[in-house]
């Protein structure tokens, strides 16, 4: 459904994300992770066609045969939200906080033609399809009337407003409480007709998504499904990335991942991780290609678990 080929994000000479490449099929739910800074978010507003100004996108992204990075700006207005849309962290800002929500609402059908009164009506059965109770009564609110759980599943039911095949979502439940968090993402993954799902909480990726792709520095360095990559991870910095978010036993040190995420255009040649990796050695100044285990290695052959290091764990 989505296919995403050999993307690359640059701001000037400052490569951000660098050749990246998944699949999403219909109905698919896929995890993006990594630690702050790794390229998850230019990823997702490349294949939006919202990347801000003075970042380009390279490669390709088609969703249904037709390549959204090579869409002119007006005519990806019209695909926006119709073919692919996306949720974000804060829905305050995404909201205008002058309109009432049930307009707001109403308002993504008829950019796309939908006729008033049928927008208005469709919108309702959105609000109650993400639902918040009492549609007719909040349609009339204005955003600051709402909780941040509330407006969040408005913008939720705006984001499926147009029915898209994909719906990407990034950090959506950050800033929610975890009782509310929880029912967000349980909506989420029964509505969303195919998923890619943005964030830190390796928790919340393991209950929601079938996939994950692990990013860093840019690029997808391990991906698989989640249970094999959570039970057997073999990149290193997955492998960090999972001791540090589990709580150790008491009394021990918290496990990290050494040094921190340098900033765009700091990351080592070859493998981007080599400078934090206890595991490097010479080789890692060579650019490892993301494959899958050895034949002997995999439980089944169609085994999709990748990763892009040189000495991987067992
Ligand atoms: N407009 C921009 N101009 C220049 N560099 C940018 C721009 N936007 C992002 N970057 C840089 O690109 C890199 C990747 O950013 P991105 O926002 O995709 O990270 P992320 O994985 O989403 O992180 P987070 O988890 O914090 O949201 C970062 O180093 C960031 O500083
Ligand atoms: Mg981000």
Same mark, same amino acid.
């Given at each position: 459904m989505l296919s995403v080929e050999r993307l690359s994000v640059r701001t000037g000479p400052v490569e951000l994300v660098r050749e990246v490449s998944f699949e999403i099929a219909a109905g698919e739910r896929v995890g993006l992770i990594g630690e702050s800074g790794s390229g998850k978010s230019l990823t997702a507003l490349s294949i939006m066609g +919202? +990347?801000?100004?003075g970042v380009t996108a390279a490669g390709r992204a088609r969703l249904g045969g037709r390549d959204l990075l090579g869409v002119p700006e007006r005519e990806l207005k019209g695909l926006r939200g119709r073919d692919v849309s996306m949720v974000f962290q804060e829905p305050m800002t995404a909201l205008n906080p002058l309109m009432r929500v049930g307009a707001q609402v109403a308002e993504v059908m008829t950019l796309h033609g939908t006729p008033r009164a049928r927008a208005r009506e469709r919108g309702l059965g959105l609000l109650e399809r993400v639902r918040l109770p009492r549609p007719a009564q909040l349609a009339r609110a204005y955003p600051h009337q709402l909780s941040g759980g509330q407006r969040q599943r408005v913008m939720l039911a705006i984001a499926l407003a147009n029915e898209p095949g994909l719906l990407i979502c990034d950090e959506p439940t950050t800033a929610l409480d975890v009782t509310v968090q929880r029912q967000m993402l349980d909506l989420i993954a029964e509505v969303a007709p195919a998923l890619l799902f943005i964030t830190h909480d390796l928790a919340v990726v393991a209950s929601v998504c079938e996939r994950v792709l692990v990013m860093y520095g840019g690029r997808i360095v391990e991906s698989g499904p989640i249970r094999q990559v959570f039970t057997r991870p073999r990149h290193r910095y997955t492998q960090g990335l999972l001791a540090a978010s589990r709580l150790p036993p008491r009394g021990t040190r918290l496990p990290t991942i050494t040094g921190s995420v340098p900033p765009a255009g700091g990351f080592p040649d070859g493998c981007v991780f080599r400078n934090r990796c206890p595991h490097a050695t010479e080789i890692c100044a060579t650019e490892p290609a993301l494959t899958g285990p050895t034949p002997a290695e995999q439980p089944r052959t169609g085994d999709a678990h990748a990763f892009a290091c040189w000495h991987p764990a067992d």
């Open positions: +919202l +990347l801000p100004e």
